[in-house]
């Protein structure tokens, strides 16, 4: 199986949980010789909600970003100016965002770069930190290679101050998209406390619990992760409206380090939905849910997961998807649905848990799980059949149903190019008939079409390009055709009023290398075709939108 195959199944979602960029009445200026912008010193004292900071172009050493509150709908913005602003440091951060509430970090003030802010190395340290009670911040369009510790940390860690321990402070809407993050030393994005339960720490001569802030918003999304020494991304404590999703995790879990291998962890206290990833070739489990339960994790495309830990040793195991109940919630349910795990090094899922109740397994594609062959040799009451969906202990309140089991891909019905399913595949129409809520499919397009949910992450449609006719000015979930694309590539939108909507294109690293503003209409459609046909063989970023609001995914480009 060609990795190039999974990769076009990450596609746009839009920024709709996003504050819009808007014309702040007032800029700053921040050269290259500044390091530290604080809010409390000259002339940083007469930022107001609404304005913007930007940062030249060029090289520095490092960012440090402190005391900055905006106001809701109105966030103080920190953008690169034009340019690109290099940071390679031998600091223990690249940039750092302290006590700072309502601000957003965005790289997306130049229009020949898709990362604006390009942090080369970190030498003793994390790519960014988010910390000492900062909340309600967005971080996007930032790229983060080399850093010796994380990509990404935002958490706030509670101490003998109390002042951010759960009940005097919590984390608020925390965005972090359209990142690149690559060759990190541990995880790739670490939001929120894993320490759930809290931690004893001595506190004036007393022994004292101190448990961590909770989060309460969560949107991670559209990120490119590869190459990590731990998880791709690790969220705990978020208990309240986290979404993890149309993130790409390839190579995770390098360092072969016990207890952090996974794709993305689900860790204590989180209560996420978590969907329309691609976790592709990591050493760690796919996904591992340790969180309150309550959430769903579908439409994910799981490939190789843990194919290359330890390959001689089947009794090392790594799974497609992995649940406990290390923090569940007592009578709260897990739906695992519409996930194609292809190959993965153990068990395609494995359910541990035994507290939640009214689980459900289905619709899930499994092909080919490592332990087939070991447990038919182990001679106990596991057979092979059993590494499709492992429930070790029978009083596991779970329905396992309508899903897909096969050795090999050859006949489950999967396009070439891909996992889109042909007209043919025993897949169609035979998913389980709840579908929990689910109304889109790995493509997001409209899940379902025909009589019945279909099993996998993509759902047949032999009309997919088609716009749902929404009413809007700019509708934020384009449909790209074709995809992978050989010469032209059509990108339709909703589009009710005359805009001013270009399309780039730019390669992995964020480089623009073509650009369109041809806008046609049919309907109440518009749509960009664009002749891409000299591009190499590979995968791209596209960026669609006006100068107010924008949108971003992924394409391949096949000879």
Known sequence: MKLICVWLLILATGLAFAPKLHASPTSFTVDTLLTFVDALASPF??????DTILFEPGSRDYILIRNFYGEQGKPIVFMNKSGTVNIHTDHYFGISIQNCRFVRLTGSGSENEFYG???TRVLNGAGIGVNDLSSD???????????????????????????SNRGNFTQYNTLIHDNYIANVGDEGMYVGSTKYFGQNVNCNGEDTLLLPSLLDGVRIYNNIIKYTGWDGIQVSSASTDCQIYDNLIMYDSQDQSFGQMSGIMLGG?????????VISEGKGGGI?????????????????????FLPLDTSQMKYGIYVTDISVEADSAFYIMHNDIINPKSDGIRFV??????SIIASNVIISPGTYDYYEHLHTSFKGEDSYVMLPDSTAD??????????NTDNAGFEASGYALLASSPLVDAGYGNTKGIVFDGYHNPRMYGNSPDIGAIEFNPNYFHINNHKKDFDMKPVLFPNPVKTWLTIRFQCNKKSNINLGIYSLDGKRLMVSGAVFELNDDCGIRLNVGALRPGVYIYQLGTTQQKVSG???KMD
Do not use: Q, W
């Not at 779970?398 to 050795?407: A, G, H, P, Q, T």
């Open 45 to 50: 004292n007469m930022v107001k909600p609404g």
């Open 398 to 407: 779970v329905l396992v149903c309508n899903n897909y089991f096969s050795r």
């Open 353 to 358: 848990s035994t507290l939640s109740k009214g």
């Open 269 to 277: 206290g989180s209560k996420c939905d978590c969907y329309n990833n």
């Open 288 to 308: 591992e849910s340790h969180g309150l339960g309550g959430y769903r994790i579908f439409n994910n495309i799981i490939v190789d997961a843990g194919r290359t």
């Open 137 to 163: 911040f967005e971080i996007d369009h930032v790229s983060i290679e080399n850093a010796s510790i994380g990509g990404i940390y935002a958490k706030t860690d509670p101490d003998c101050s109390f002042t």
């Open 554 to 556: 992924k394409f391949i």
């Open 117 to 119: 802010f390009k942090i």
